[in-house]
Nanobody, 125 residues
Framework: QVQLVESGGGLVQAGGSLRLSCAVS????????MGWFRQAPGLEREFVAV????????YYADSVKGRFTISRDNAKNTVYLQMNSLKPEDTAVYYC??????????????????WGQGTQVTVSS
């Protein structure tokens, strides 16, 4: 089994920054891509960003491109989401997820094998 634990959420004013972390533990027996998704109240969960094992091919949703940066430290089994210039519409529960497929780095929820419990991000106007 693989466990994912997010941290770093909180309340921030519009224009501010937060850095989310996702610690991965358990039987990580092969390389895996890591994604971030979010779910706002009353809405479906949506893709935010993904990074492959090497960290060389990050991909972002248009809504966060230029403001968010995904990165990873494989030695620490941790992935990060640096969020700058936050907007009230970024308010959501943020989830990290691990994709163990050989051709990982997907934007689709169904391709992910393991999920964290989520961390709340609230951006006030």
């Amino acid at each position: 089994q693989v466990q994912l634990v997010e941290s770093g959420g909180g309340l921030v004013q519009a224009g501010g920054s937060l850095r989310l972390s996702c610690a991965v533990s358990g039987r990580t027996y092969r390389s895996y891509a890591m994604g971030w998704f979010r779910q706002a109240p009353g809405l479906e969960r949506e893709f935010v960003a993904v990074i492959d094992w090497s960290g060389g091919s990050p991909y972002y949703a248009d809504s966060v491109k230029g403001r968010f940066t995904i990165s990873r430290d494989n030695a620490k089994n941790t992935v990060y989401l640096q969020m700058n210039s936050l907007k009230p519409e970024d308010t959501a529960v943020y989830y990290c997820a691990a994709d163990f497929r050989v051709s990982g780095s997907s934007i689709r929820e169904r391709d992910y094998d393991y999920w964290g419990q989520g961390t709340q991000v609230t951006v006030s106007s």
